[in-house]
């Protein structure tokens, strides 16, 4: 018995790395999957092709599971919309969707041009929406219905280069609580992961010195996609109905709960603030409370595990 059995799941990005290795867990603790992949470059910028999402269809069919492909991107809409379809004509049905499909266009933000920035945006956070409003209406109906949509550590925490990708992954997290919130009389979830492992992405990374190389190269040996595809798998099964609205991290064989934003610390002026009193009270006693400009690598600053 899996737990998935009876259940049809939508991959996206679902021809390599993270999505690629989703699939192929959900097939084997029993789902029924459809298996997007635009087929694409890492930048988003070529025509795509049919053969990943078909190869990895093909797989799971050769080990006795049941999967379809779709290499429609999920920048589209209506292209998402002929993906429920095709999973309620193939199937029967759909109960839950991952999505791991990406592109990177880095870059130091004074440089960046605004196709790079509208690229990103638009495979990410409109992305996240294609799919989530494509199917709402469905996972609501029907009373059950789950989301894994996937956050970064570069918006939580951050990234020196990648101000369109945080600030795409950031907007992922508003959306994913706000469909939980509006979800949860309905029973159904959204919940997001922010992934570390070696996938297309990582490997993008430009490696300036030695340090840089021997951080990759612990996250190339330790930092797996088929770790990050076990908790995604496990947040669209029925017994994690109870688990939604949150932000979690996935670091090799670490899965890490990420707090939300909340006040911290509170100063009040019953005569009211100006600029003044605030350069000279407010902010010096709220400095200590101040976060500084960690990078990812300064918060997990250890090796995986």
């Known amino acids: 018995m899996g737990v998935l059995d009876g259940k049809v799941v939508l991959v996206t990005g679902g021809g390599n790395g993270i999505g690629r290795e989703t699939a192929l867990l959900l097939s084997r603790e029993g789902a029924k999957v459809v298996v997007n992949d635009l087929g694409g470059a890492l930048t988003g910028g070529d025509e795509g092709s049919a053969g990943p999402a078909e190869a990895v269809a093909r797989e799971i069919k050769a080990a006795g599971g049941e999967a379809v492909s779709n290499s429609e991107s ?3 809409f209506k292209a998402v919309n002929r993906m429920i379809e095709q999973a309620k004509d193939t199937f029967g049905g759909l109960h839950a969707i991952v999505n791991p499909a990406g592109i990177l266009r880095d870059g130091m933000f004074h440089k960046m041009t605004e196709e790079d920035w509208d690229r990103v945006i638009e495979v990410h956070l409109r992305g996240s929406f294609n799919v989530t409003r494509a199917s709402i209406e469905l996972f609501r109906e029907q009373k059950d219905g789950a989301y894994v949509l ?9 990234n020196i280069g990648q101000a369109n990708y945080a600030a795409a992954k950031m907007g992922i997290v508003g959306l994913s609580r706000i469909v939980a919130m509006e979800g949860a009389r309905n029973n159904v979830r959204s919940n997001v992961i922010a992934p570390f492992a070696w996938t297309r992405m990582i490997e993008s990374i430009p490696v300036k010195d030695e340090t840089g190389a021997k951080r990759v190269a612990r996250m190339r040996d330790a930092m797996r996609a088929d770790q990050v595809a076990q908790l995604a798998v496990a947040l669209c ?6 688990v939604t609205s949150q932000i979690f991290s996935v670091r090799g064989n670490e899965i890490v709960l990420f707090d939300q934003p909340r006040p911290i610390r509170s100063m009040a002026d019953l005569s009211g603030w100006n600029p003044r009193k605030i350069l000279d009270t407010c902010l010096p006693a709220m400095a200590p409370d101040f976060f500084p400009l960690d990078a990812t690598a300064d918060v997990f600053p250890y090796d995986p595990v």
């Not at 996937?150 to 951050?158: A, K, Q, V």
């Open 150 to 158: 996937f956050t970064s550590t570069s918006g939580l925490i951050g």
């Open 74 to 76: 999920v920048s589209e």
């Open 237 to 242: 099964s029925p017994a994690a109905s109870h």
